[in-house]
């Protein structure tokens, strides 16, 4: 096939999750039923908060942000994920693909750093319970969630631009489920090189210095629990703690399987597996881990829904 150039080359085809034929039906309805346990799950979550004034607080503050991200992220990929499975040939245009890598980068980079933010607060509520409310101030917390959107934008921006203004050429077809940098790298006939170090390095950044920050946070808590006196005020705390690390743990496992893979051995079937993973499995999970294991969320759900039955 000929050299394509930018202006010539009109749309992508996603090879989808697997080619094989007596997969197709069942894994639709798989992922059918996760993309509808996350749009409820997080839907609910956010509208749950906004209406509860109880769950007006810091750390309800970051849990609506973050099934919003999770939302987000999760309605970019599997709607067109799911067109797949039954079409024959799954097209998105060049720019839709374009979009699609630009959201799901911004949303995805959001997550790191708001479940950071997320593990700060679980230190000060924990850590400084007499300065919780001064710390912790509105202001801060607006400053805490802004930063990350901020900063997850300049770069999804910066990548998806970078990528989008080089030449295409050679096969169109990408091997993945949805438009992400390293298979569309692959499509490039220009020089790649300097991409790649940026994306390596941005990569490691986000993924290290969040982590990095939520195991310092958990550091702090651990040495603050384990000086508590009473035994109730252990479980107080581990039980304020216990669906925030359950999310963390899910997330971080999941991305550095995949980073710390030996390259001999990382296929993009692997990859793919990490990505459904971490692009519909764990933000379907979220929103069931805050409301399973938090009491305050079960709480506000019967009062909500006690309210709804009077009116």
């Known amino acids: 096939m000929g050299q394509r150039n930018l202006t010539s080359l009109t749309e992508f085809v996603l090879m989808g999750v697997t080619r094989q034929p007596e997969l197709q039906m069942p ?69 839709a693909c374009a979009t699609q890598l630009a959201f799901f980068l911004m949303f995805i980079i959001s997550e790191f750093f708001i479940l950071s933010a997320m593990a700060y607060d679980r230190y000060s509520a924990i850590c400084n319970p007499l300065l919780y409310n001064v710390i912790m101030s509105q202001r801060r917390c607006r400053v805490l969630v802004g930063i990350p959107y901020l900063y997850s934008t300049f770069q999804a921006l910066m990548f998806t631009i970078k990528i989008f203004t080089l030449t295409f ?55 603050a629990i384990f000086r508590m006196h009473s035994a109730e005020g252990r479980k107080k705390a581990f039980s304020t703690c216990g669906s925030h690390l359950t999310v963390v743990v899910v997330f971080y496992s999941s991305l550095l399987f995949m980073y710390t893979q030996p ?41 909500v829904c006690k309210n709804q039955c009077k009116l």
Not at 32 to 57: A, E, K
Not at 177 to 191: A, E, G, K, T, W
Not at 274 to 298: D, G, H, Q
Request: proline share 3%; with cysteine.
């Open 27 to 95: 894994l639709f309805m798989a992922f059918l039923i996760v993309y509808t346990v996350t749009v409820v799950g997080n839907l609910g979550m956010i509208i749950l908060i906004q209406v509860d004034s109880r769950l007006h607080t810091p750390m309800y503050f970051f849990i609506k942000h973050l099934a919003f991200i999770d939302l987000g992220n999760s309605t970019v990929i599997c709607p067109k994920m799911l067109a797949n499975f039954v079409v024959d040939q799954n097209i998105i245009s060049y720019y």
């Open 169 to 223: 050429c050679g096969s169109n077809i990408i091997n993945h489920f949805y438009c992400d940098d390293v298979p569309l790298l692959l499509l490039l006939c220009s020089n790649a090189q300097e991409i790649e170090l940026l994306i390596i390095l941005f990569s490691a950044f986000n993924l290290l210095s969040s982590l990095l920050i939520v195991l310092v946070s958990y550091i702090m808590i651990l040495r």
């Open 263 to 303: 390259k001999a051995a990382r296929s993009f079937d692997t990859d793919k597996v990490a990505s459904v993973f971490y692009t519909l499995v764990i933000p379907m999970l979220n929103p069931l881990i805050y409301s399973l294991r938090n009491k305050e969320v079960k709480k506000a759900f019967h009062r």
